[in-house]
């Protein structure tokens, strides 16, 4: 039998599980089916935020593990969450010890450990030279230091199963690699349009890619024919963008939409709000991507938002003046009629919907409107004053949240019980630890390193 670790993906998790492995022993390759030095991936173009729930990972773990639970309540999709808040901190002091380079980027305590030099606040993509390719860059040096491999073009298709154990991957070029252990860590399914129709969206051709786009699901297809539980199927990480981000790269993946619409209301075409805007912007672009036409809402609001929250540069790249700058359209009418023929909706209904809202704040009761609107995570406020203002969004889908079962040891999981032997996933082809009912949005990076560290700390037998 080989003695080599196979990792199916050289992003964050997969990079970060072959350099823990390589420093605990164990002989490591990496298949990377990009075949650029500086292939594209989620983890290079991230914003290289490390967080927990929005939470500094040095913080107390027992409050941190609180912040998490609040959001992702009690379900199978997430029951493995609490193990970051556990991680968090170790992972990001390892992750240092591998020689990336933080900063404190803002003042909200999120921003604590921002991959240094961070993006610019501009609109668009901006990633080369900045702290999550550095950070790849290092652990890809690293690797090659430590007599792993990573080879570029390669793509995994399909595992060798023997006697119920996994042994190793055949490439779609056909190629068999042997292995005492696989690692799939390829990064989701988010552009496989099928596997989207299949679990997220009836039209995925309606979603914008809000990442590389480089992640079709193949490591979740295996495991799945390798005999893997699934679990979270049905949520993404991904946020609110103007339409016009389709035609103009200029905005995507930045600026988002979600605080302005967090602050007001989304309507659909009957002019209708259509679901809870107050749990935040993951969560309405899973619900815009479930529409039956997932093109079909509106965020409207009014100048005081788009003066107020819109402007505010404490959230980078912030919406005014950013969004007008790099192409965006935002539509205004001195009051809702003319905001409603500009959009398409009809005018009595869209006056209706702003009414109630604005009814419903004044009387401290927006808990009670339909469908009801929380207030713990964002504040309503009323749409009163003109010019009244509409931009169309869309659902960008970064990564999809759920995925491969595992244990707290990344040890892929049967549907009929136990363990795959010699099969492990690490990162967004994992399922467990994000989404569930709120859609909750734990934290991509730091899912990407704890598991990809655990993974190769179980293989290794040291286990934490
Ligand atoms: C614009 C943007 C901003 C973000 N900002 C943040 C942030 O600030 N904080 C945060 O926590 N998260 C952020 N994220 C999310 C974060 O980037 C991801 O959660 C994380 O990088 C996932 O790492 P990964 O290694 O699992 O996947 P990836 O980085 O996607 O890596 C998977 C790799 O597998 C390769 N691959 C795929 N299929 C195969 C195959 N069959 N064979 C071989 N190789 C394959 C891919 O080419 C890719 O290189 C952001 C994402 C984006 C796009």
Same mark, same amino acid.
């Given at each position: 039998?080989?003695?080599?670790?196979?990792?199916?993906g050289?992003?964050?998790?997969?990079?970060?599980?072959?350099?823990?492995?390589?420093?605990?022993g164990?002989?490591?390759?990496?298949l990377e089916?990009?075949?650029?030095?500086d292939?594209?991936?989620?983890?290079?173009?991230?914003?290289?935020?490390v967080?927990?729930?929005?939470?500094?990972?040095?913080?107390?773990?027992?409050?941190?593990?609180?912040?998490v639970?609040?959001? *992702?309540?009690?379900?199978?999709?997430?029951?493995?969450a609490?193990?970051?808040?556990?991680?968090?901190?170790?992972?990001?002091?390892?992750?240092?010890?591998?020689?990336?380079?933080?900063?404190?980027?803002?003042?909200?305590?999120?921003?604590?450990?921002?991959?240094?030099?961070?993006?610019r606040?501009?609109a668009g993509?901006?990633?080369?030279?900045?702290?999550?390719?550095?950070t790849?860059?290092?652990?890809?040096?690293?690797?090659?230091?430590?007599g792993?491999?990573?080879?570029?073009?390669?793509?995994?298709?399909?595992?060798?199963?023997?006697?119920?154990?996994?042994?190793?991957?055949?490439?779609?070029?056909?190629?068999?690699?042997?292995?005492h252990?696989?690692?799939?860590?390829?990064?989701?399914?988010?552009?496989?349009?099928?596997?989207?129709?299949?679990y997220?969206?009836?039209?995925?051709?309606?979603?914008?890619?809000?990442?590389?786009? *480089?992640?079709?699901?193949?490591?979740?297809?295996?495991?799945?024919?390798?005999?893997?539980?699934?679990?979270?199927?049905?949520?993404?990480?991904?946020?609110?963008?103007?339409q016009?981000?389709?035609?103009?790269?200029?905005?995507?993946?930045?600026?988002?939409?979600?605080?302005?619409?967090?602050?007001?209301?989304l309507?659909?075409?009957?002019?209708?709000?259509?679901?809870?805007?107050?749990?935040?912007?993951?969560y309405?672009?899973?619900?815009?991507?479930?529409?039956?036409?997932?093109?079909?809402?509106?965020?409207?609001?009014?100048?005081?938002?788009?003066?107020?929250?819109?402007?505010?540069?404490?959230?980078?790249?912030?919406?005014?003046?950013?969004?007008?700058?790099?192409?965006?359209?935002?539509?205004?009418?001195?009051?809702?009629?003319?905001?409603?023929?500009?959009?398409g909706?009809?005018?009595?209904a869209?006056?209706r919907?702003?009414?109630?809202?604005?009814?419903?704040?004044?009387?401290?009761?927006?808990?009670s409107?339909?469908?009801?609107?929380?207030?713990h995570r964002?504040?309503?406020?009323?749409?009163t004053?003109?010019?009244?203002?509409?931009?169309?969004?869309?659902?960008?889908?970064t990564? *999809?949240?759920?995925?491969?079962?595992?244990?707290?040891?990344?040890k892929?999981?049967?549907?009929?019980?136990?363990?795959?032997?010699?099969?492990?996933?690490?990162?967004?082809? *994992?399922g467990?630890?994000?989404?569930?009912?709120?859609?909750?949005?734990?934290?991509?990076?730091?899912?990407?390193?704890v598991t990809g560290?655990?993974?190769a700390?179980?293989?290794?037998?040291?286990?934490?």
């Open positions: 039998m080989s003695d080599q670790v196979i990792i199916i050289g992003g964050l998790a997969g990079l970060s599980a072959a350099n823990r492995a390589l420093g605990l164990l002989k490591v390759t990496v089916q990009g075949s650029d030095a292939y594209f991936c989620n983890s290079r173009i991230a914003g290289g935020i967080h927990v729930a929005f939470r500094d990972v040095t913080k107390d773990v027992e409050d941190i593990r609180g912040t639970s609040g959001q *992702t309540g009690e379900n199978d999709a997430t029951a493995h609490g193990l970051l808040a556990e991680e968090g901190a170790r992972a990001l002091a390892w992750i240092r010890e591998e020689g990336a380079k933080f900063i404190k980027g803002g003042q909200f305590e999120f921003m604590r450990w921002i991959m240094a030099p961070p993006r606040r501009t993509l901006d990633w080369k030279g900045r702290g999550p390719d550095v790849l860059r290092r652990l890809t040096a690293n690797l090659e230091e430590r792993g491999t990573l080879r570029r073009g390669v793509r995994g298709k399909e595992l060798i199963i023997e006697d119920g154990k996994v042994t190793g991957v055949i490439t779609d070029a056909g190629e068999r690699i042997a292995a252990a696989v690692v799939i860590a390829d990064g989701g399914f988010q552009a496989n349009p099928d596997l989207v129709r299949k997220i969206s009836p039209l995925p051709e309606k979603l914008i890619q809000r990442g590389a786009g *480089t992640g079709f699901g193949a490591g979740m297809l295996m495991a799945e024919a390798a005999g893997a539980a699934l679990v979270g199927m049905d949520r993404f990480y991904g946020h609110l963008l103007g016009q981000a389709f035609e103009n790269d200029q905005l995507w993946p930045y600026p988002i939409i979600d605080p302005i619409a967090q602050a007001s209301i309507v659909d075409k009957s002019g209708s709000r259509f679901t809870d805007e107050g749990l935040g912007g993951v309405m672009a899973n619900e815009v991507a479930k529409l039956d036409d997932p093109l079909a809402a509106t965020a409207i609001f009014d100048e005081a938002v788009w003066t107020g929250i819109a402007a505010d540069n404490r959230y980078p790249p912030c919406m005014n003046p950013v969004f007008e700058q790099a192409g965006g359209t935002v539509l205004q009418a001195p009051d809702l009629a003319g905001l409603a023929a500009q959009i909706v009809p005018a009595d869209l006056d919907t702003v009414n109630e809202y604005n009814a419903a704040i004044t009387s401290g009761a927006v808990s409107l339909s469908p009801a609107r929380s207030t964002a504040e309503a406020q009323p749409i004053t003109g010019p009244f203002r509409a931009i169309p969004v869309c659902a960008g889908i990564y *999809t949240m759920g995925g491969i079962a595992i244990d707290r040891d990344g892929a999981q049967h549907r009929d019980g136990g363990a795959i032997a010699g099969l492990y996933a690490a990162g967004s082809s *994992t467990g630890f994000e989404g569930g009912p709120n859609a909750a949005y734990i934290g991509g990076l730091s899912k990407a390193i560290m655990r993974a700390e179980s293989i290794a037998g040291k286990s934490e």
